[in-house]
T-cell receptor
């Protein structure tokens, strides 16, 4: 079984709809992250969480919200989806130490907003 | 401003033709440099972490090196299965979050 899983893997939705992307991990890592990837722009950080009670905005948080339900679960919500949010979304995890540790990525969710 | 630049954007090689990918960075206090491989439609797959200038890591046909300004990913005698996009990221900023480059798309023809 994969260490980092994301659901759904593909999603088509309409402008204005609320949508939630879910991430679960079995790696036992404290830190979790949400990124989006767009052609030509690379990976950009949306939100990150160092533990259940610690959630922080990343580079591009506008239009998104997150929830850390447990150490192993981190969800990303689009309250009112817009076409500009069409992208590939990745969840990642890392251990929490005093230095920057390797992040391990999930398989991604491909989101299309019509 | 922290920045990561990868070159070239795309690289086409013949099978067995060795080459190098470059990752240059500007960051206030490097806290790790990371290489990933990404296949189309999939999540980035971790390859190497380098923390200090002069450090080198190897895995099969890949070797990563690090200086104070850049990192190289050397590919020796590549095979078609090495075709992928290679991403470089640096740890920086107050929280040490990863800053990614845009990647180098490698194609290896048989």
């Amino acid at each position: 079984d994969a260490d980092v899983t994301q659901t759904p893997r593909n999603r088509i939705t309409k402008t204005g709809k609320r949508i939630m992307l879910e991430c679960s991990q079995t790696k036992g890592h404290d830190r979790m992250y949400w990124y989006r990837q767009d052609p030509g722009l690379g990976l950009r950080l949306i939100y990150y969480s160092f533990d259940v009670k610690d959630i922080n905005k990343g580079e591009i948080s506008d239009g998104y919200s997150v929830s850390r339900q447990a150490q192993a679960k981190f969800s990303l919500s689009l309250e009112s989806a817009i076409p500009n949010q069409t992208a590939l979304y990745f969840c990642a995890t890392s251990v929490g130490t005093g230095r920057v540790e390797t992040q391990y990525f999930g398989p991604g969710t491909r989101l299309l907003v019509l | 401003e922290d920045q990561v630049t990868q070159s070239p954007e795309a690289l086409r090689l013949q099978e067995g033709e060795s080459s190098s990918l470059n990752c240059s960075y500007t960051v206030s206090g490097l806290r790790g440099l990371f290489w990933y491989r990404q296949d189309p439609g999939k999540g980035p797959e971790f390859l190497f972490t380098l923390y200090s200038a002069g450090e080198e890591k190897e895995k099969e046909r890949l070797k990563a090196t690090l200086t104070k300004k850049e990192s190289f990913l050397h590919i020796t005698a590549p095979k078609p299965e090495d075709s992928a996009t290679y991403l470089c990221a640096v740890g920086g900023g107050s929280q040490g979050n990863l800053i990614f480059g845009k990647g180098t798309k490698l194609s290896v023809k048989p």
